[in-house]
């Protein structure tokens, strides 16, 4: 009887669950499906400061690549309520943004551009703060065109590193 009586109480309890924010996992995921079929390549420039390397890459490690977006996922239960979200709509351009209330989000800002219904460019203001370590990021990320992200890393008792990131996608041609 008491058994019955916890598992009913149990029953009873009101199940939290959060706001649904823009998945940019979920949506990465999508186009990392399409460029696996579409066996897309990258031409990838980074800069670090003074030193700059360009380099093609044939079979990317997408998740790698795009680990930077997917850090930048604000549909999590711990970002409930922590994101102000505004839309602009004009007869074929949707803009939502996505504007940070709580000051320990990462993700600063996140717009998102529809045109026709199709995401065509996702831009982030990310930012990590603590007394040790800095880091802000601005991403770019262009529906079949790339990406391009560039920041600053700072760490106490070092001089500020500057990086730069810029990606084209290249369709594989048979």
């Known amino acids: 009887m008491i058994a019955s009586f916890l598992l009913m109480s149990c029953a009873d309890v009101p199940i939290v669950q959060h706001s649904s924010y823009f998945s940019i996992s979920s949506f990465l995921n999508e186009e990392i499906k399409q460029h696996q079929k579409l066996k897309t390549r990258l031409e990838k420039e980074v800069i670090r400061d003074e030193f700059k390397e360009s380099k093609n890459i044939e079979s990317p490690n997408w998740e790698h690549e795009l680990k930077p977006f997917f850090e930048s996922d604000i549909d999590k239960p711990a970002w409930h309520l922590a994101y102000d979200c505004d839309t602009v709509q004009t007869d ?61 890393q700072h760490m106490v008792l070092s001089d500020p590193s500057r990086f730069a990131i810029n990606v084209k996608f290249i369709e594989f041609i048979p």
Do not use: C, T
């Open 92 to 152: 074929s351009l949707l803009q939502i943004v996505y504007v940070a209330l709580d000051e320990k989000a990462p993700v600063r800002r996140m717009q998102i551009d529809y045109l026709h219904q199709q995401i065509q460019k996702i831009e982030i203001q990310f930012e990590k703060l603590n007394p040790w370590f800095s880091l802000k990021r601005k991403l770019i990320y262009q529906h079949l065109l790339g990406y391009h992200i560039e920041g600053e």
